[in-house]
């Protein structure tokens, strides 16, 4: 049986200080390959934090982490970065595009580290960006596209790594409704090609389009519909 892509057991998250602020407690989570999942709890829940552990961005105080059964507490850094590189796809609530570059060469850069040569890059992110919908834009800056267009970007950009898993930390929380429901179905439409989706909000209008929702509060997991 192939394990899950990512699995979290009994996590927790210290954060140093005078007291010390336990923000994760004793989190279990299985992600399986083909889920569409949300992870919904208020400002301040640990949600933030999850994710960061969720991508290996941060290790964990205690308990493990498993990306496509790996431990990565046997990793070292630059083989945890090498790990991320090629397994995990970032959508991040800035959408931290280069105004100085076209859309393509803004989605072909998230490549660089996982070693993928020039010409394939700006392959492989003219295909994404068409699976967003934004195959007519590649040659624009990010700076004359709208808000829910950078968005798409973003989205490209992880994708264009074809990640085991994508990591998304509110990917509607800067854009009008209707722009929000339109990543969402897009979203929706990635998953149903056999993409893997965690989905980080605030919002449970949101949350309740997708087949799966965890709720966090107060760094637990409280519910799961
Ligand atoms: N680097 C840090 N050092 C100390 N405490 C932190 C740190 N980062 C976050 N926290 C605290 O951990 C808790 C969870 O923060 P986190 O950012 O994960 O929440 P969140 O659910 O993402 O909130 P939001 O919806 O506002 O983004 C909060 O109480 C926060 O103040
Ligand atoms: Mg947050």
Redesign the pocket.
């Known amino acids: 049986m192939t394990p899950p892509v990512l699995e979290l057991d009994h996590v927790t998250?210290t954060?140093?200080?005078d007291p010390p602020?336990e923000?994760?407690h004793a989190v279990n989570l299985a992600i399986e390959e083909g889920e569409l999942v949300a992870v919904v709890?208020?400002?301040?829940?640990?949600?933030?934090?999850?994710?960061?552990i969720m991508g290996t961005l941060d290790r964990p105080t205690s308990g493990t982490v498993r990306v496509t059964g790996i431990d990565i507490a046997g990793l070292e850094d630059r083989q945890l970065s090498a790990l991320r590189a090629t397994r995990i796809g970032f959508v991040f609530?800035q959408f931290f595009l280069s105004e100085h570059e076209s859309v393509l060469d803004n989605v072909a850069e998230g490549l660089l580290y996982a070693g993928v040569p020039r010409w394939e890059r700006q392959q492989r992110a003219a295909e994404a960006l068409d699976r967003v919908g934004l195959g007519h834009r590649t040659q624009h800056r990010p700076t004359k596209i709208s808000g829910g267009e950078r968005q798409r970007v973003a989205i490209a950009r992880a994708l264009a790594g074809r990640p085991a898993i994508v990591l998304a930390?509110?990917p509607t929380g800067n854009l009008d409704s209707s722009s929000g429901a339109a990543i969402v179905a897009m979203l929706e439409e990635l998953n149903d090609d056999g993409a893997t989706i965690v989905v980080?909000t605030?919002d449970h209008d949101v949350a309740a389009c997708f087949p799966r929702r965890i709720e966090?509060l107060d760094?637990s997991i409280v519910g799961e519909r």
């Open positions: 998250k954060y140093p200080g602020l923000v994760l709890g208020p400002s301040g829940s640990g949600k933030s934090t999850l994710l960061s609530q930390d509110e980080i605030h966090i760094g």
